[in-house]
């Protein structure tokens, strides 16, 4: 299994090695195996997908956030380009499908947020806020990548499932180049701040603990799309 996971640089490779227990109950949930295999019931994707837009709104302000901490140019390109690609292309699909369910883009941008949701979006905000840019990396990757990963191993495995949009977003280039890119440019900015040998840095374990957190929310997530429609 190991083996077939996707690299995205070498420090995401490694927090998510860090990671092991919570990394599988993300990436593995029952609410992705249900995206897969289409089982999962139409009221949890529908319940998910609007929270997963105010989600994205709150996940685009943490990356905007980005562009206040960076330090360095492509930093900076990184940031900006991520808040592009969630704001212009990412949520289009929840506008989209959303659409078909007979709900607006205004009842979407009003919906209310459920308290796992809350949870998320306003721990990544406050990483970035009390820590550094790492602090705020470290918090967002997981979210990034873990979705990357996830439509990558659905596209490979589910034809003919009715999320298919849904598993194409993420299995799409386009956001694979946005995975990759976060993961080149995460390298470059420890590298910048923490020297050739991060691992020794008494910084290190802190970030993989916040990169640890955030994976854990992430299982909430998922959880709370499931139980919120029943
Ligand atoms: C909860 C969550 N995590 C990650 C992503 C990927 O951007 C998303 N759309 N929603």
Known sequence: MNSQLPSYGATFDAWRLGAPNEWAAYTRHAFVQGLG?????RAAFVHYLVQD??????????????????ETLAEMKTCASTVDALVNHEMA???KTCAAEGISEAELF????????????????DAGLQGDFLDLMAALMPCVMGYGEIGLSLAAQAETSPYRDWINTYADPEYQAVCTNAGAMLDGAVAHRLGAKPQNSPRWAQLQARFTKATALEVGFWQMGLDGAS
């Open 37 to 41: 295999d289409g089982t999962l019931p």
């Open 53 to 70: 837009y105010v989600f994205l709104v709150h996940f685009s302000r943490a990356w905007s956030l980005g562009v206040v901490k960076s």
């Open 110 to 125: 009003a919906a209310t947020e459920a308290t796992e949701n809350i949870a998320y979006t306003r721990y990544v905000m």
């Open 93 to 95: 699909l929840h506008v």
